[in-house]
């Protein structure tokens, strides 16, 4: 899908408002003039100017198109399925993390995504056993962040 420039520049306004309003009712609990809400308004600050940006291009534009233009993949039956496999994954995840741990959801969700994309049994398996290890000890040994380990709960390190 191709969407005219004026258009993708007013969603993201749209979305940078959305942003910010989220932010901007986070509580600062220690009164410090950089609070939780900082970042996020930032953010939003940048992706609403770039929004402009891209909104006035799409309006200065002399062939502007149609507003929304179907790309020749999204033609392909195959090619939206594996569009659609990655919010399929993400409810997965959401669904089945706390029952079956991150260790185990997250190689079934990458080793299902990469063997769509066309990456061969034998490369796939042990990458996403790799990759969700990697992830595992970046954020629950580097950054704290307790994830769910389900049934390897007795295994925990």
């Avoid at 258009?7 to 009164?31: C, K, R, T, Y």
């Avoid at 006035?56 to 496999?85: H, I, K, M, T």
């Avoid at 990759?131 to 950054?143: Q, R, T």
Wanted: aromatic fraction near 10%; hydrophobic fraction near 60%; include cysteine.
């Amino acid at each position: 899908m191709k969407f005219n420039d004026l258009v993708a520049g007013l969603a993201f306004i749209l979305i940078a408002g959305l942003i910010a309003a989220g932010a901007w009712s986070l509580p600062n609990p220690s009164q410090q003039p950089l609070g939780p809400s900082a970042f996020p308004l930032i953010l939003a600050g940048l992706l609403a100017f770039c929004a402009l940006l891209l909104a006035w291009q799409g309006a200065r534009s002399v062939e502007r198109g149609p507003a929304l233009a179907l790309a020749d993949w999204a033609r392909n039956p195959a090619a939206l399925v594996r569009l659609l496999l990655v919010p399929a994954a993400v409810l997965f995840y959401i669904a089945a993390a706390e029952t079956l741990g991150f260790l185990l959801t997250a190689p079934l969700i990458l080793a299902t995504l990469f063997l769509a994309g066309g990456v061969r049994p034998q490369l796939a398996l042990p990458l996403a056993l790799a990759a969700a290890l990697v992830m595992h000890s970046i954020f629950y040994l580097g950054l704290g962040v307790q994830l769910p380990w389900g049934p390897l709960e007795p295994f925990r390190w």
